[in-house]
Antibody, heavy 115, light 108 residues
Framework: EAQLVDSGGELIQPGGSLRLSCAAS????????MNWVRQAPGKGLEWIAY????????YYADSVKGRFTISRDNAKNLLWLQMSSLREEDTAVYYC????????WGLGTLVTVSS | DIQMTQSPPSLSASVGDRVTITCQAS??????LNWYQQRPGKAPKLLIY???NLESGVSSRFSGGGSGTHFTLTINTLQPEDFATYYC??????????FGGGTKVEMK
């Protein structure tokens, strides 16, 4: 059974940096594109980043472009989201999700940006 | 970028009711549309992919329809576990994969 385990969320001050991780198992990780999706408290889902299976294509929502970087290591079945210049409005639960038809999701990791 | 507009933002219904949620795309997305259910405190769950295909293991109470710019998610014979928030999401226009704003189905 496919599984995604996202981690790395914590309380961080505005302007800081943080790296989230997503460990994949139970499927051929290198065959699938991956995404990061976030959900601010009490709000809806927001897609923020996409990476193709071989890392050739990377796309970002305007809200994070230039501040966040998505990457992956297919040999280690790992996906990352490097976040910098964090703002209070980046406070959210961050999920990793498989494919453009997102049929597997991590449980989510909470990032709180606050002084 | 393609925008997705869901309606209504919320609705009240009773167990046994039939519920329909709509999703409007700002331009033609063919059938590149998925539906998700999210219960409080949980990750989203895929219900319908490619507008009308039921994901494996999902109850046949759920059905999807539409193409182009207008889509629907119908829940037949609403069950207690169906009270949740539902989202549509398109994938027709990489580099963007937008979600709709969500529809919260609440108990009347």
């Amino acid at each position: 059974e496919a599984q995604l385990v996202d981690s790395g969320g914590e309380l961080i001050q505005p302007g800081g940096s943080l790296r989230l991780s997503c460990a994949a198992s139970g499927f051929t990780f290198s065959s699938y594109s991956m995404n990061w999706v976030r959900q601010a408290p009490g709000k809806g889902l927001e897609w923020i980043a996409y990476i193709s299976s071989a890392s050739r294509d990377k796309y970002y929502a305007d809200s994070v472009k230039g501040r966040f970087t998505i990457s992956r290591d297919n040999a280690k079945n790992l996906l990352w989201l490097q976040m910098s210049s964090l703002r209070e409005e980046d406070t959210a639960v961050y999920y990793c999700a498989r494919g453009v038809v997102m049929n597997y999701w991590g449980l989510g990791t909470l990032v709180t940006v606050s002084s | 970028d393609i925008q997705m507009t869901q309606s209504p933002p919320s609705l009240s219904a009773s167990v046994g009711d039939r519920v329909t949620i709509t999703c409007q795309a700002s331009q033609d997305i063919s059938d590149s549309l998925n539906w998700y259910q999210q219960r409080p405190g949980k990750a989203p769950k895929l219900l319908i992919y490619d507008a009308s295909n039921l994901e494996s293991g999902v109850s046949s109470r759920f059905s999807g329809g539409g193409s182009g710019t207008h889509f629907t998610l119908t829940i037949n014979t609403l069950q207690p576990e169906d009270f949740a928030t539902y989202y549509c999401q398109h994938y027709a226009d990489l580099p963007s994969l937008a979600f709709g704003g969500g529809t919260k189905v609440e108990m009347k």
